[in-house]
């Protein structure tokens, strides 16, 4: 079946630091890629996306490349702020069979000034 | 400007009683989703609904019904609660066919208490 494992949190970084998540995934055919954010007592919302081998998506700083030859999706940012802390979930939808999205367990992100 | 809008948005229960989670949208998507957010677990998908009048079964759907009223509304019930369903319910939408994006648009979550 379909899964995505994230790396374990929290995570811990002094603003302005440098930021990576790993994402690796198991799915067949060619899934889409996610991450999505969730703040503090919200819904989670959509980071950035690929849809396909090598993409890059990218928002707010945030980058992540879907490698297939990996089945990564790990998700990067060059310089951390305080408002970037959250939870980050890594997510697939498959590209047959139910599209329900996959969802890893999350990693929680603190930044601390 | 709703998005998507579920109610309660917090809820204690006693072991055996039931209730009922609304869920509605209000960008005319044709799919929803109910999901369960348990700590080091993610999300989970309970249940699903493709289009008005048809739904399935996730991943963890034992212990729950749902009843896809019309496009708009999406309602998840638990019929005799147990402390194992204690958990933060998302609802979720999503714009299908061609050329969409297919982002999941998330309510704010219902946090549900069972003793």
């Known amino acids: 079946g379909n899964s995505v494992t994230q790396m374990e949190g929290p995570v811990t970084l002094s603003e302005e630091a440098f930021l990576t998540i790993n994402c690796t995934y198991t799915a067949t055919g060619y899934p889409s890629l996610f991450w999505y954010v969730q703040y503090p007592g919200e819904g989670l919302q959509l980071l950035l996306k690929?849809?396909?081998?090598?993409d890059k998506g990218s928002n707010k700083g945030f980058e992540a490349t879907y490698r297939k030859e990996t089945t990564s999706f790990h998700l990067e940012k060059g310089s951390v702020q305080v408002s970037d802390s959250a939870v980050y979930f890594c997510?697939?939808?498959?590209?047959?069979?139910?599209?329900?999205?996959?969802f890893g367990s999350g990693t929680r992100l603190q930044v601390q000034p | 400007n709703a998005g998507v809008t579920q109610t309660p948005k917090f809820q204690v229960l006693k072991t055996g009683q039931s209730m009922t989670l609304q869920c509605a949208q209000d960008m005319n998507h044709n799919s929803m989703y109910w999901y369960r957010q348990d700590p080091g677990m993610g999300l989970r998908l309970i249940y699903y609904s493709a289009s008005e009048g048809t739904t399935d079964k996730g991943e963890v759907p034992n212990g729950y019904n749902v009843s896809r009223l019309n496009k708009r509304e999406f309602s998840l019930r638990l019929e005799s609660a147990a402390p194992s369903q204690t958990s933060v319910y998302f609802c979720?939408?999503?714009?299908?066919?061609?050329?969409?994006?297919?982002?999941?648009?998330f309510g704010e979550g219902s946090r549900l208490t069972v003793l």
């Open positions: 690929a849809t396909k081998a090598d």
């Open positions: 979720a939408s999503r714009e299908t066919g061609q050329g969409k994006t297919g982002e999941l648009f």
């Open positions: 997510a697939l939808r498959p590209g047959t069979g139910r599209r329900a999205l996959t």
